[in-house]
């Protein structure tokens, strides 16, 4: 049997929909007496439907086919790239990240003019101080 | 009730300089601050507020609605020209208003979109005018078991929007359910799956979610398909057709029913608070979609599937007024903050209100309408703008995205954690995407989800936990009805027996 | 002896507020002071929260900044201020019943405890009622206990965890059978009642401008005291529960902070909350008056608090 898209993600939606019911919802849901609705009445009703739809996926997937892996590397890539610079930003503050990121992100682009580059590492993170710290009179994370 | 003088002095106040230019400002602000990614409408009314504090009453609520009304326009500037929706109403427009700028007509998609937004406001505007009181009244009626039948039936409108697979249709679905009930649960208050977070204590932040799932995995998906030649983020095709750069009257008459049919959804259900403009978006968008002889061109770039979701999403803000001048109550977040500039400004808001700031409402009243017109106008101007920005190299547009979106969310969230909540979202968005799974009917059930809960819960209470009791409630079997047959309809017309094989990407 | 006592603390009072006015003339923040509110905007802790900024800033000015950090009623901004460095650039604006709440159901898991804040002084207190549609068949909480009893039960409409809590408490004393329906809050609640589906419901203020259009009557005050504009309602302890309900918008920072930045800052929400801007904000959006209960009298009403809160629970 050939490695289908949807078989896989099909699996994936079965186990995390079991891995709701059995373990996750049970361990960070209290439970509550008397009421209605119970706090995991709806989580519960969720995570069966994941896991039988999961499981239908399975036995009946379309023919959907993903982009190419190289592609999903690269999207890793730039998700990570994004995710430290998040925890920078956090640590360091916007004005000094800011524009790293655009720097990097422009480089990966492919970006290489001088001009557009200033733009985007000097101008457009400026501009953004200017309205949110001076106009708006807001914080920048 | 008001007396004709009152009414006529309320618009005389509405019309002086000193008021229209502030309306005017507040268009403007508001266009240009909601067409910024990550900020959007209801933002820009959140960083006016402060502004207010030093005007006179109807000013700076005339000035608030000019930039909730221009704000409406300026969200579906990035939906259509960058498929970056920072809201899941504005992701309705995208689904054809982008296809449609891609193809080189930018220009013709964001005018149909600024008609139509602007037709579907004032339609609602009047409705608000003229018969707000029995609206009003109607709006009452509708308790938690008919709002509750009214989420099934949003529910089974979204089978209208279902691609080629019901079962991965019900798994983005479920997903977005899932993701609604993070955070305290409706009836007891427990935190449930906050896994000791207590920042997801009144559930995930939505702006973190949607710009997340809407516009960071489509900035993310469009980095990663970049060939490192770097290209303008739209080009606008000089086929030297002036028809592709607007929109010709008949174009627009065409579509009179599509968005009289949005304008009365949108009003509607604006006048039910607590529902909002997503469901309005979609319920539009998907009965046009059913209503039209060809099906198959909504989301390839048809002008109707614009003027649905346009006109249905901004008609639910003129009524979202409804509840709130006539009762006291606000429908929406951007109804909120009217009435915290009503209270700002020594105005409570209640069932007396009319009786007791005649002359204001009616002001207000005249300030909306004369924002109407200036939308039209001050859109012109800017979508023009707006277009040429984003004709910029993609390099410069994406990182500028990038940072604004990190910045509209942090200021949104009130910090970086909401911003990484939205960067863990924007790669579930990607995924799904990439595995062939509706984000945006995931995300429309994240709206919607806590509002189904809680009516689940308040109609269960009110029918002491027995089923049959439905029978009672005559409006909520026939809303039950409705959706039965809508499944049936939608899911007879576009249903998974149509064995295409799918190459399925973000636009789904 | 209590003479003494009062005296002495009296003295030790005046002395303080003396030293510490020195100090905080001297203190000011290091940069931006943030006003946390722990609501979203648009609400009535968020109107009165961004007021009292403006005119704080006005009156020192500090460079401040109003922000709202949702979540859980203010346990996720304490929470946040809880672990902050003591600096005295930050406070927080929420409301005591949510936190108190939490401190006694699941104050294992949270990441503070009464003692992580220097409390620095109160907004209001908030008034809040029970109410009902004008042509209800009852007129007090005894008359709608017993229409409850008779009628299989009557659906309550309530927006906040204590207000639950408080009506759990009239269910197991009276045995009233009450049905609670649960609403997004005081607008939703009102709706609610106006629409016939719910036959009475609680609200912090907004129903005055139904009771004035002759729509509401009220049916008991919930708070420990009669409100102020409906003297001739009891309160539900006169209608002889044993609990109450008396939400408090209160003023908090980091525990360990300089006690000199504390003394500036409790004098500065006092300059602001002692201005007719702010009382006039008070009353619009909470429909109360401004009482400021000051920074030891604060503390003394969170500690008290939960007290009270344990008696709603029935512990």
């Excluded at chain 1, 892996?69 to 920078?88: C, D, P």
């Excluded at chain 1, 992100?105 to 710290?133: D, H, K, N, S």
């Excluded at chain 3, 009382?279 to 503390?299: D, H, K, S």
Aim: glycine letters at 12%; one cysteine or more; proline letters at 5%.
């Amino acid at each position: 049997m050939k490695i289908n898209a949807d078989r896989a993600s099909g699996l994936f939606f079965l186990l995390f929909g079991l891995a709701l019911y059995l373990f996750i919802i049970p361990t960070f849901v209290e439970q509550v007496e008397g009421g209605w609705v119970h706090p995991d009445t709806v989580p519960n009703a969720v995570a069966i439907v994941l896991s039988l739809c999961g499981a239908l996926l399975m036995l009946r997937p379309t023919k959907h086919h993903t982009q190419e892996a190289s592609e999903f590397v690269r999207a890793g890539l730039y998700f990570g790239l994004l995710m430290v610079g998040l925890v920078l930003m956090g640590r360091f503050g916007f004005i000094y990240v800011a524009p790293m990121i655009a720097l990097a992100i422009m480089l990966l682009i492919g970006e290489r003019r001088p001009f557009w580059l200033v733009c985007g590492v000097v101008g457009m993170p400026g501009a953004i101080w200017l309205l949110v710290v001076q106009v708006l009179d807001r914080a920048l994370p | 009730m008001v007396d004709l003088s009152t009414i006529l002095a309320g618009f005389a106040d509405a019309f002086t300089i000193w008021n229209l230019a502030f309306v005017l400002f507040g268009v403007v602000v508001g266009q240009f601050v909601g067409a910024v990614p990550g900020i959007g409408p209801v933002m820009a009314m959140a960083i006016a507020i402060p502004f207010t504090f030093g005007l006179d009453p109807l000013p700076a609520i005339a000035f608030l609605v000019g930039v909730n009304k221009g704000g409406l326009v300026g969200g579906a500037v990035p939906a259509v020209l960058m498929n970056t929706p920072g809201t899941p109403d504005a992701a309705a427009t995208a689904m054809d208003g982008y296809p449609l700028a891609r193809d080189g007509k930018p220009l013709k998609a964001t005018k149909m979109a600024l008609f139509s937004s602007v037709t579907g406001d004032s339609f609602s505007d009047l409705v608000l005018i003229t018969v707000s009181a029995p609206l009003a009244i109607l709006a009452l009626r509708m308790g938690p078991v008919e709002v509750f039948a009214l989420m099934v039936f949003a529910f089974s409108v979204l089978s209208g929007l279902i691609g080629n697979s019901l079962i991965k249709g019900i798994i983005a679905a479920a997903l977005g359910l899932l993701c609604a009930s993070v955070g305290t649960d409706p009836e007891n208050y427990t935190p449930r799956l906050i896994f000791g977070m207590f920042d997801f204590y009144d559930g995930l932040p939505l702006a973190s979610v949607a710009i997340g799932t809407l516009a960071i995995a489509e900035i993310l998906r469009r980095l990663t398909q970049m060939s490192g030649q770097v290209k303008p983020a739209v080009e606008v095709k000089d086929t030297g057709n002036p028809q592709d750069m607007r929109v010709s009257w008949a174009e627009y008459w065409a579509c009179r029913f599509t968005m009289l049919r949005g304008a009365m959804i949108g009003t509607v259900l604006g006048a039910l608070p607590g529902i909002g403009s997503t469901a309005a978006a979609f319920m539009s968008y998907a009965s046009a979609k059913s209503a039209s002889k060809d099906p198959g061109s909504f989301g390839k770039g048809n002008l109707h599937g614009i003027a649905a979701a346009e006109s249905a999403n901004s008609a639910v803000v003129g009524s979202n007024l409804i509840p709130l001048l006539t009762l006291g109550i606000p429908g929406s977040v951007g109804a909120a903050l009217i009435i915290s500039a009503f209270m700002i400004h020594g105005i409570q808001p209640g069932p007396l209100l009319f009786q007791d700031q005649g002359r204001l409402i009616y002001g207000l009243f005249g300030a909306m309408i004369m924002a109407n017109f200036l939308n039209l106008w001050v859109g012109q101007v800017g979508l023009r703008f707006w277009v040429k920005v984003v004709s910029a190299p993609e390099s410069i547009i994406f990182a500028s995205a990038l940072l604004l979106c990190i910045v509209g969310v942090s200021m949104a969230t009130g910090g970086i954690f909401g911003v990484i909540v939205m960067l863990v979202f924007a790669g579930i968005g990607y995924l799904m995407s990439s595995f062939g799974y509706s984000v945006v009917i995931f995300i429309i059930a994240f709206f919607l989800g806590p509002r189904f809960e809680i009516s689940l819960s308040q109609s269960l209470a009110l029918m002491n936990g027995d089923w049959t009791r439905i029978i009672e409630y005559p409006i909520a079997l026939l809303l039950l009805l409705v959706s039965i047959i809508s499944i049936w309809w939608f899911l007879r017309r576009s249903g998974p027996d149509t064995t295409k094989s799918s190459q399925v990407t973000a636009e789904d | 002896m209590k003479l003494k006592r009062t005296i002495t603390g009296f003295v030790a009072g005046a002395l303080m507020a003396f030293a510490g006015g020195a100090m905080a003339e001297d203190w000011e923040p290091t940069g931006t002071l943030r006003l946390q509110i722990g609501f979203a905007a648009g609400g009535s802790t968020d109107t009165m929260g961004r007021v009292i900024a403006k005119v704080m800033k006005e009156q020192t000015g500090w460079n401040i900044i109003a922000e709202n950090k949702t979540g859980g009623g203010g346990v996720a901004m304490f929470t946040g201020i809880a672990k902050m460095p003591p600096k005295g650039n930050v406070i927080g604006l929420g409301v005591n019943m949510p936190v108190l709440i939490n401190l006694v159901k699941r104050g294992d898991q949270l990441g503070f405890d009464l003692d992580s804040f220097e409390y620095l002084g109160t907004v209001s207190r908030a008034q809040l009622a029970l109410i009902a549609r004008a042509d209800a068949p009852f007129d007090d909480l005894a008359g709608m206990i017993e229409y409850s009893k008779a009628n299989d039960g009557l659906a309550i409409g309530f927006g906040a965890p204590p207000q639950k809590l408080l009506m759990e408490v009239v269910n197991r004393e009276a045995d009233a059978n009450l049905r609670f329906v649960s609403t997004k809050g005081e607008a939703e609640t009102q709706k609610l009642i106006l629409g016939g589906q719910v036959m009475a419901g609680f609200s912090a203020g907004t129903h005055i401008k139904y009771l004035e259009s002759g729509d509401f009557k009220m049916i008991a005050s919930a708070n420990d005291a009669r409100h102020d504009y409906a003297p001739d309602v009891q309160t539900v302890r006169e209608a002889g529960i044993s609990a109450y309900l008396d939400p408090y918008f209160y003023f908090a920072t980091t525990a360990g902070t300089d006690p000199a930045a504390v003394a500036a800052l409790t004098n500065a929400l006092e300059n602001a909350m002692a201005t007719d801007e702010v009382a006039e904000i008070v009353r619009n959006a909470a429909t109360t008056e401004v009482l400021n209960l000051g920074a030891e009298g604060t503390e003394k009403m969170m500690v008290d608090g939960v007290e009270n809160v344990k008696v709603l629970f029935g512990q």
